[in-house]
């Protein structure tokens, strides 16, 4: 009887030690399942980007694109290098354009012929 009634207790304590688990581990789910339908979109004025362009501290030139300072204009860093290539165009002015195909080169090719009128 004393072996039977321990036995239960045991299963008794197991089995809600396994629902606290399982609360837990549904409360948490459902706690990161709101934390991402609580995000919202970013504002459609541009404050949050003045505000870092006025907390940047820059000696030389402080990019517009990417906020990054470099010592000429023409340095500053495509904000997307995976998709964008840098083309100088002489003068010390520089483009970022979506990459123009498979070839190393392709987008300066396009630009100048866009340039030439041909395209």
Request: proline share 4%; aromatic share 12%.
């Amino acid at each position: 009887m004393k072996y039977t009634f321990g036995l239960v207790l045991m299963l008794v304590g197991l089995a809600s030690a396994q629902f606290q688990f399982f609360e837990q581990f549904f409360q948490q789910g459902g706690q990161q399942g709101q934390g991402q339908q609580e995000k919202q979109n970013t504002k459609s004025d541009s404050s949050w980007f003045q505000q870092n362009w006025e907390a940047a501290h820059c000696s030389n030139y402080l990019c517009p694109d990417t906020l990054a300072c470099v010592h000429f204009p023409h340095h500053c860093p495509c904000p997307f290098p995976q998709v964008e290539d840098k083309v100088e165009l002489g003068e010390g002015i520089a483009v970022c354009a979506s990459k123009g195909g498979f070839k190393a080169g392709e987008t300066a090719r396009k630009i100048e012929l866009a340039r030439k009128g041909l395209i």
